[in-house]
């Protein structure tokens, strides 16, 4: 593809890159999507938008998160420097915060004062909720009875800020029929409700603004690199569930076309349908990912031979979706960026190599990054770097990952 199509990394008006995108919705649901777009369009151009944005992700996230030279990874791979950018330590404890403040500051001016989100593990519902804590909004966040089991402490820390969970019965009882709920629930209170949406998904605008609010952890990854090697890195890794946290790395490198962008999407147990979540790789197995429209947006989604949605599995809840951002799709189809997946085996192997040997808990969504990273490392020279995005701490997954190891474990004793 023609360099000047692959640097054009903003959408058309209607939120197209190449075929990807667009925005699928009811009729209802199309003047809201303008009038934000129109909104968004403005506080774009607005340099005390951005200010206000600015101070509160200094002061309330902590940001800029730091880069900072894993050196015992890197030694453990043998090759290029591995770099790790922090999002683990930006308030909350992931990149989701980037997301919910920008868009926010965006509700507010729009006069909106009741604010619903949908979420899978429950990150993004904490984000949410803890942005209407600090501007004293409403707020009503949609899970799945499902995750709602499973994620019993983010649903709690939910509460204690304030919001309200509703409990979704509907489907597989996880992220997309949370994602239907909140799309009903935005349809009927459309006059005074902000829809929050939490990864670069969904119809436009929300893919092309996730995209704008997270790029901030790529500029500062760009800057911070520059200083600390003196040049630009040989590669970005980054996990990809929705997408938010590898365009946010990628999107600020796009025009440096000899930096490869590097996805790892969850392979989760195997290649048959319904094991794993890599839209990008499952042409060869039945359950494939292929182009289709998944609430809001054309993308690579997992579907079945009659284009029903497919399961999925992901140890990580936060990989655990049948569709991709549209411009991820763009991305790869254009050549400019790589996909690749990792198992839940590799994904636990790389929390622990990162735990032990940096003394970094990251989370599971972002430990699938780490041995693509070591891979990729090896095969440089020690000149070389590579910065890997920690999109969040892992905390949240300990528990998870002790009764995994109890598992093992106790199959070891049968044999
Ligand atoms: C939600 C989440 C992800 C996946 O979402 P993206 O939109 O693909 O970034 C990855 N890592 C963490 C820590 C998350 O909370």
């Known amino acids: ?9 903003e959408p058309d008006e209607h939120g197209h890159w190449g075929e990807f995108g667009g925005r699928y919705v009811p009729e209802t649901l199309v003047a809201p999507l303008e009038e934000l777009t129109r909104e968004f369009a403005h506080a774009r151009d607005e340099t005390d938008f951005w200010s206000e944005l600015e101070q509160l992700r200094r002061d309330y996230c902590g ?37 919910a403040l920008g868009q926010v500051l965006l509700a507010r001016r729009m006069g909106k004062r009741r604010i619903i989100a949908e979420t899978g593990a429950g990150q993004h519902g904490v984000a949410t909720a803890t942005v209407c804590a600090l501007f004293g909004l409403r707020c009503v966040v949609y899970m799945g009875a499902e995750d709602v089991r499973r994620q019993a402490l983010n649903v709690f820390r939910m509460r204690s800020l304030g919001a309200e969970v509703m409990t979704v019965n509907s489907g597989t009882r996880t992220l997309k029929d949370a994602i239907n709920e909140a799309l009903r629930d935005w349809v ?26 997270q790029s901030v952890i790529g500029r500062e990854a760009r800057e911070q690199i520059l200083a600390q090697n003196g040049k630009l890195p040989r590669a970005l890794v980054a996990c990809v569930g929705g997408g938010s946290n590898a365009i946010g790395l990628f999107h600020p490198f796009i025009g440096d076309e000899q930096v490869r962008c590097i996805g790892v999407e969850a392979g989760g147990r195997g290649e048959a349908a319904g094991e794993h979540a890599a839209r990008f790789h499952s042409g060869l197995t039945s359950g494939g990912g292929r182009v289709g429209v998944l609430q809001g947006t ?4 997992l579907q079945d031979r009659h284009g029903q949605i497919a399961n999925t599995h992901s140890i990580s809840a936060g990989l ?3 569709a991709v951002g549209p411009e991820h799709a763009y991305l790869r189809d254009a050549g400019r960026a790589e996909y690749i997946c990792a198992s839940d085996a590799e994904a636990l192997e790389g929390f622990s190599l990162c735990t032990k040997l940096e003394g970094i808990t990251p989370a599971l969504e972002s430990s699938h990054a780490i041995l693509p990273a070591l891979r990729l490392a090896k095969n440089l020279s020690s000149d070389d770097a590579i ?20 598992t093992v474990e106790g199959d070891e004793s049968h044999r």
Not at 387 to 405: H, T, Y
């Open 320 to 322: 655990d979706y049948a």
């Open 63 to 99: 940001r800029p998160t730091p880069l900072f030279h894993a050196q015992r990874l890197s030694a453990h791979a043998g090759g290029a420097q591995i770099f790790l950018k922090r999002e683990d330590l930006a308030h909350t404890g992931s990149h989701k915060i980037n997301n």
């Open 387 to 406: 910065i890997m995005n920690l999109s969040g701490r892992g905390d949240k997954d300990v528990q998870l990952v002790a009764d995994v190891d109890l």
């Open 298 to 301: 054309k993308s690579y989604v």
């Open 188 to 213: 009927t209170n459309v006059r005074d409700t902000y829809y929050l949406l939490g990864s670069a998904l969904g119809p436009h605008p929300y893919p092309l603004m996730v995209r704008e609010f």
């Open 1 to 9: 593809m023609a360099r000047s199509t692959i640097n054009r990394s």
